[in-house]
């Protein structure tokens, strides 16, 4: 008798084709005045990007609430098909595929300074499980986390101003998968 592998015995990806949903990388909503742009790209460990990853965001909201708002997975109740986001309400929620060059792109609002972050889940080939990682922005302040992190190391989970944005607030945050110390992200084991 010969057993085939399971899907977490082998290396996908399996997912971009359907998890990706519409209006994912929004979580503002539609013309809010407070949105910023987080972008950047998903790099394997020998510097290449990778073009088919799937990233997951989670965020408080600017009062601070974590519950989020429901939203971001509407359904047709008629046939089934799914709508994505209602573009009104800020849900703390959002789900990026990478493009053939590695960029992603995540349209949000600032969180809130008690819960300075932005916490990411990152689906890649070659990955048998996935990643956890988090983004602050520049001007958020440090907490337990960055506080207990070299210099070195905590860089790598700040975004940066991203100068060459077009318009409004853009930063820029690349995730590298693997590397030398002052480049691999700071990945967090939650075992």
Do not use: C, K
């Not at 057993?3 to 971009?16: A, D, R």
């Amino acid at each position: 008798m010969r057993l085939e592998p399971t899907p977490s015995q082998t290396v996908g990806p399996f997912f971009g084709y359907a998890l990706p949903f519409p209006g994912g990388p929004d979580l503002a909503p539609a013309g809010h005045p407070d949105t910023v742009t987080v972008h950047g790209y998903v790099y394997d460990g020998a510097g290449n990007p990778l073009p088919d990853a799937i990233l997951d965001f989670w965020q408080a909201a600017p009062d601070g609430s974590r519950t989020g708002t429901p939203g971001s997975l509407r359904v047709d109740a008629s046939n089934g098909e799914l709508l994505g986001r209602d573009g009104v309400r800020f849900t703390g929620f959002g789900r990026v595929a990478t493009t053939g060059d590695g960029h992603w792109a995540l349209h949000t609002l600032p969180p809130a300074a008690d819960a300075p972050y932005i916490a990411v889940g990152v689906f890649a080939r070659g990955l048998l499980h996935h990643l956890y990682t988090r983004i602050y922005l520049p001007d958020a302040p440090d907490d337990a986390l960055l506080s207990g992190l070299t210099p070195e190391r905590r860089s790598t989970l700040r975004a940066r101003e991203d100068a060459t944005a077009a318009a409004g607030r853009a930063y820029r945050f690349d995730i590298r998968i693997q590397g030398d110390e002052s480049e691999e992200t700071v990945f967090l084991d939650f075992a």
